[in-house]
Structures are given as C-alpha cells and as structure tokens.
C-alpha cells in the first residue's frame, strides 16, 4: 500500500518538476524564474534534514487538528442527525460556515490567539472539520431501514443502535472521507503557517517566498509530498484494520 | 494499466506545458509593445503616486505609449513577469535586482525611485530610549525573517559591532499586536506607508511615537527602482527612453508641492480606502524621501538618479550575509541616463 502511494507521489511530482525545467529551457529562463535542476539538487542536500523537521512538525499539528475535527464531527453529527430543531440548526450552520474563506478568517484568528500552535491547530481543524462533518452528516442521517425496521418494530431501537448500525453500514464510506479529509488537515496546517505562525513547513515556504527562493519550494513540496502520502497511508491501513475487525 | 499510465504521463507533461507556454505573455522584443504592462511592486498606494500621476495626467499617452499600470502585492514579482513577458517594465526592490542578477536574470535598472529607503523601526519612546544605534543592545526588535528588513538590520548591527545575542529578534508578520501589547520594542514600518496610518491611532491614544532610521545611521539599502530586460532595452530603445522620460517627468510633478491636492485627489482615487487626511502626510514624507536634495525647486530635477555607491553598499551587505554567493558587479546593470 505504501509503496503503491510514494509511486503515485514520485510520478505526479516527476511530471511537474520535469514539465516546470521544460517550461525553463524551451523559453530560455533564468534560474530566478525556475531554478536548474542542479539548483535544486544543491538546495535538496543543503535543506533537506531541516526542512524534514518542519515538515514533522506541521504534521504533528495536522494529526491534532485532523483527530480533533474526527471527534468533533462525529459528535456533532451524532446531534445533528436529529429531526429537530437543534439538528438543523448545525447542519444550516456547518454549511454556512464552510462558505467562509479560511484565509479571510485567519489574521483574525491570529489576533485573538496569537501566532503559537493554539492559532495553526484551530485553523488546521477547522479547514478539515466542515467538509468532514457534512459528510458525516450524510452518513448519519441516511437510515438503513431494512436493518433499523426490525430493531422499530420490536421497540429495542436505541439512539447509541441507530449511531452503530449506520456507521457499521457505511464504515468504507467512513474510512475513505476520513482518509480524505487528512490532506485538508495538512492543507490547513499549512495555510495557517503560511499566514502567521512562526514555526512549521508554511513559515519556512514563506520565508523561501521572501528570498525568491524557488529551489526551496520544490524540495518543501516533495516532503510535504512524501510525508502526506505516508500519513494517509497509515490512516488507511488503520481503517483497513478496523474494517476486519468489525467485520469478524 | 502499465500501458496506459506510459500513454498517459507524456500527455500530462504536454498538455501542463501547453498551458503554462502560452499562458507566458510574448517574450519583450520580439514584436510591438503595445500596450505596455507596468507591474507595480505594490497595491496603490503612495509609493506609486508618480505611477498613477502619469496615468491620470496621460504623461504615457503624450509620449505615444498606451501602458496598463498593473497593482502588485505580495506574491507578484515584477522581475520574473519581465522574463515570462507578461510586463514589460516593473517595479523591483534592489535586494530582488540582486538576487535575480545572481541568477543570470537579464534585468536592468532604469530609476530609482526612493533615495532613502522608506523602512524603518517604529518605537515609543515612553518605554525605549534609542538614541544611537547601540541603544539597540537587548532590545526586542521585530524583523520580518527573509524580508529586506532582516537584511538591513543584520548589516546594521554587524556595522555597529552589536552581537546578534545582544537583542532579541521577534518574527513579524501582518498583525501589529504584539507591538501594541508591548512585546515587541522596535517594529519594522514602511515610514510613508502605514507608518503614517499606525502613527496617527497611536497618537490619538496619547501614546507619542518615534522612528529609528537606518539611512541616518549609515546603512544605506536601495529600495524601489523601475527595471526592465536587457532585451527590452535593446530591441525597443525608444519605447524605453520615452517610458523612462514620461515616468520621471510625472514622478516630478506628483512631488511637487504645488501639485499637492491633485495628487491626494489621483492618490485616493486608486486608494479609497486611505483617507485624504493620511495622504497629505504620506505624500509629504514620500517627497523626502524620493528627493532628499534640500528643496524641491532644487532637487526636483534629481528625481530617480541611481545611487551607484548605495547599490554596491547593498550587494555588499547580501554578500556578506550569504544571500547571494558571489559578487555580481551590479553596475553593470544599472542604466544611467543623461
């Protein structure tokens, strides 16, 4: 599974960085504009290992931020599942709410919260959480009447039943839009580093953004690239693991 | 499968490069210029008085020339759209120019826009005593990391033998807070810019402010000047000349005083959001620091002369920070005119 993963990763990066040096020599650019590849190759050897730690610690936030948005999307779809009022209410508000850039709400984030890793785990959280709960959310809220009829009709339905038989029923489902929603995770992490923080791979892009550094942005993105590919990998196999266990 | 993902992998290639070559404008010189694209280094603001002063006073069209004045920010790179062709002139700051030239970018510089680079260090002199530069040691300073303001404070402190263990640098971005909060003693400022903006609501709280200015220390990093390619100047020496020629004029009469309310009138038009009351007090700090001659009548006509000895000062101080790894002679690139 691994292997399958980095290969797809090694030949979409491969693509774009062989496009990107065609672009560079077919229109006689300078290495200010696309650096050479012996450009990058030197930056790799010199940055790498640093770069590597960032790239660990927007991670690490990304997996809080990504666990967080799990659990509070499951307990909230759970509310929300209800034909009440109050399960409206969230599904109106989740939907609202995901409308919102994350870009434009960040700096106000940063304000109140400054710029250590409270700011870039509620942004990480709350870029994967919204697409994560309205998928949750359908999941939720679709009966499996064949099954939830018998357990009616014999009046032993219960709430805590209904939540097991649904997510029992669409546990693929489940595993593949949690999986998804990883690189959301890693995404905003990022964008949070990006606009404000002062630690993580974003801030390091930024600062290589400042330098015009390209050379730096190339091998920033393949260990982004590589670390991604083997954390969904792990939630995969994670779900694969629990999927068997489940199922007998 | 295998077949097909070797049928697909070049045709991905193709197609990605298709669009990212023909999205790249025409390469400067290989045809006419019109019209003109001039990307600007940043929003509009005051810095690009004399940019929008030649667009509303058709100091472009007088000279036969139809130019698109195009906004920056900050992820626009003037230099790299001359190269992919999308403009054919910008506007660069010289640590960009030195960085570009060291990677065999084919820029020129035509006009220096600022004589005295406008960044410099906001402080209340309530809480921080500077005087001299050495009042810096143990000092909380804020410095954008990567930024030219790094670069200047860096050379500053070298040249003034302050250990970079003596202060305590804060890694600035947009939020000012820290700074209001007091955590942060010096605050890296554009002094024509929001220097003004942030000055004014620090004063209406009775909070009095102060400015600590590199340039009067003796650190002397050029800011914003007008470039275009090498190319450019070659195929296309009138368009240059008369571009240059109509810039400069119009950068002269927006800077002259007066010209004032017109040019808060020009200024605010492209800047709704800066109240003509900042403007007038913007645009008085841009004229010292575009024309810093004694008066205008003057030292008007000086207006974009090219500070070859602040130039090498700079690639100095890049050089001496490792920012670029070898010298690059940058006068060489550096287009004097009569």
């Given at each position: 599974?691994?292997?399958?993963?980095?290969?797809?990763?090694?030949?979409?990066?491969?693509?774009?960085?062989?496009?990107?040096?065609?672009?560079?020599?077919?229109?006689?650019?300078?290495?200010?504009?696309?650096?050479?590849?012996?450009?990058?190759?030197?930056?790799?050897?010199?940055?790498?290992?640093?770069?590597?730690?960032?790239?660990?610690?927007?991670?690490?936030?990304?997996?809080?931020g990504?666990?967080?948005?799990?659990?509070?999307?499951?307990?909230?779809?759970?509310?929300?599942?209800?034909t009440t009022?109050?399960?409206?209410?969230?599904?109106?508000?989740?939907?609202?709410?995901?409308?919102?850039?994350?870009?434009?709400?960040?700096?106000?984030?940063?304000?109140?919260?400054?710029?250590?890793?409270?700011?870039?785990?509620?942004?990480?959280?709350?870029?994967?959480?919204?697409?994560?709960?309205l998928?949750?959310?359908g999941?939720?809220?679709?009966?499996?009447?064949?099954?939830?009829?018998?357990?009616?009709?014999?009046?032993?339905?219960?709430?805590?039943?209904?939540?097991?038989?649904?997510?029992?029923?669409?546990?693929?489902?489940?595993?593949?839009?949690?999986?998804?929603?990883?690189?959301?995770?890693?995404?905003?992490?990022?964008?949070?580093?990006?606009?404000?923080?002062?630690?993580?791979?974003?801030y390091?892009?930024?600062?290589?953004?400042?330098?015009?550094?390209l050379?730096?942005?190339?091998?920033?993105?393949?260990?982004?690239?590589?670390?991604?590919?083997?954390?969904?990998?792990?939630l995969?196999?994670?779900?694969?693991?629990?999927?068997?266990?489940?199922?007998? | 499968?295998?077949?097909?993902?070797?049928?697909?992998?070049?045709?991905?290639?193709?197609?990605?490069?298709?669009?990212?070559?023909s999205?790249?404008?025409?390469?400067?010189?290989?045809?006419?210029?019109?019209?003109?694209?001039?990307?600007?280094?940043?929003?509009?603001?005051?810095?690009?008085?004399?940019d929008?002063?030649a667009?509303?006073?058709?100091?472009?069209?007088?000279?036969?020339?139809?130019?698109n004045?195009?906004?920056?920010?900050?992820?626009?790179?003037?230099?790299?759209?001359?190269?992919?062709?999308r403009?054919?002139?910008?506007?660069?700051?010289?640590?960009?120019?030195?960085?570009?030239?060291?990677?065999?970018?084919?820029?020129?510089?035509?006009?220096?826009?600022?004589?005295?680079?406008?960044?410099?260090?906001?402080?209340?002199?309530?809480?921080?005593?500077?005087?001299?530069?050495?009042?810096?040691?143990?000092?909380?300073?804020?410095?954008?990391?990567?930024?030219?303001?790094?670069?200047?404070?860096?050379?500053l402190?070298?040249?003034?033998?302050?250990?970079?263990?003596?202060?305590?640098?804060?890694?600035?971005?947009?939020?000012?807070?820290?700074?209001?909060?007091?955590?942060?003693?010096?605050?890296?400022?554009?002094r024509?810019a929001?220097?003004?903006?942030?000055?004014?609501?620090?004063?209406?709280?009775?909070?009095?402010?102060?400015?600590?200015?590199?340039?009067?220390?003796?650190?002397?990093?050029?800011?914003?000047?007008?470039?275009?390619?090498?190319?450019?100047?070659k195929?296309?020496?009138?368009?240059?000349?008369?571009?240059?020629?109509?810039?400069?004029?119009?950068?002269?009469?927006?800077?002259?005083?007066?010209?004032?309310?017109?040019?808060?009138?020009?200024?605010?038009?492209?800047?709704?959001?800066t109240?003509?009351?900042?403007?007038?007090?913007?645009?008085?700090?841009?004229?010292?620091?575009?024309?810093?001659?004694?008066?205008?009548?003057?030292?008007?006509?000086?207006?974009?002369?090219?500070?070859?000895?602040?130039?090498?000062?700079?690639?100095?101080?890049?050089?001496?920070?490792?920012?670029?790894?070898?010298p690059?002679?940058?006068?060489?690139?550096?287009?004097?005119?009569?």
């Amino acid at each position: 599974m691994l292997h399958r993963r980095l290969y797809q990763f090694f030949i979409v990066y491969g693509i774009g960085i062989c496009s990107l040096f065609s672009i560079k020599y077919i229109l006689n650019l300078s290495d200010y504009v696309i650096p050479s590849p012996i450009e990058v190759w030197l930056t790799a050897v010199d940055v790498f290992m640093r770069y590597s730690v960032n790239v660990l610690d927007t991670l690490s936030v990304a997996i809080i931020g990504h666990v967080l948005s799990i659990f509070m999307a499951i307990v909230v779809g759970i509310i929300a599942r209800l034909t009440t009022g109050i399960g409206t209410l969230i599904k109106i508000a989740a939907f609202n709410i995901q409308a919102y850039p994350i870009v434009a709400v960040a700096p106000i984030i940063f304000i109140l919260l400054g710029d250590g890793l409270a700011s870039r785990l509620l942004i990480a959280s709350m870029i994967c959480y919204f697409p994560l709960l309205l998928s949750i959310l359908g999941i939720l809220t679709q009966p499996v009447s064949d099954i939830e009829h018998f357990f009616q009709m014999t009046g032993r339905m219960t709430w805590q039943l209904e939540v097991k038989i649904r997510i029992f029923e669409n546990i693929s489902k489940l595993i593949m839009v949690i999986t998804g929603s990883a690189t959301l995770a890693m995404v905003g992490t990022i964008v949070a580093e990006f606009i404000a923080a002062n630690a993580g791979i974003g801030y390091t892009i930024r600062i290589a953004l400042y330098q015009s550094d390209l050379a730096k942005i190339l091998v920033a993105l393949f260990i982004i690239g590589i670390s991604t590919s083997i954390y969904l990998v792990c939630l995969e196999w994670m779900g694969h693991m629990l999927q068997k266990k489940w199922e007998g | 499968m295998k077949n097909f993902l070797k049928k697909l992998i070049p045709l991905a290639m193709v197609v990605f490069m298709v669009i990212a070559i023909s999205s790249c404008g025409q390469k400067n010189g290989s045809s006419s210029v019109d019209p003109i694209n001039y990307r600007l280094k940043w929003l509009f603001n005051i810095s690009s008085a004399g940019d929008l002063w030649a667009d509303v006073n058709g100091h472009f069209q007088r000279q036969g020339l139809t130019v698109n004045i195009k906004p920056g920010g900050p992820e626009r790179d003037a230099i790299r759209e001359l190269e992919l062709g999308r403009a054919h002139f910008g506007v660069a700051s010289a640590d960009q120019v030195i960085r570009a030239v060291s990677k065999g970018s084919p820029v020129v510089v035509l006009v220096q826009l600022f004589q005295i680079n406008p960044l410099q260090w906001i402080y209340r002199p309530q809480h921080v005593t500077i005087e001299s530069p050495e009042d810096l040691t143990s000092k909380n300073i804020g410095i954008t990391f990567g930024g030219n303001d790094e670069t200047i404070m860096r050379a500053l402190l070298s040249k003034y033998q302050i250990g970079e263990n003596e202060v305590n640098f804060f890694s600035v971005r947009y939020d000012y807070t820290p700074f209001y909060k007091g955590d942060v003693d010096l605050w890296p400022i554009y002094r024509n810019a929001q220097a003004v903006i942030i000055g004014k609501r620090l004063q209406e709280a009775n909070d009095p402010i102060a400015f600590f200015d590199p340039h009067s220390a003796g650190i002397r990093f050029v800011a914003n000047s007008v470039v275009t390619t090498q190319k450019m100047l070659k195929d296309h020496p009138e368009t240059v000349k008369k571009f240059t020629q109509a810039l400069v004029s119009a950068w002269i009469e927006a800077m002259d005083p007066t010209n004032t309310e017109k040019v808060i009138e020009a200024v605010h038009h492209f800047d709704p959001d800066t109240s003509p009351e900042i403007i007038v007090e913007q645009l008085k700090i841009t004229r010292d620091l575009t024309i810093p001659f004694g008066d205008f009548e003057k030292g008007g006509q000086f207006f974009g002369k090219i500070d070859l000895a602040a130039w090498k000062e700079t690639e100095n101080m890049m050089l001496n920070q490792q920012l670029i790894h070898a010298p690059v002679n940058i006068e060489q690139y550096l287009n004097v005119w009569d």
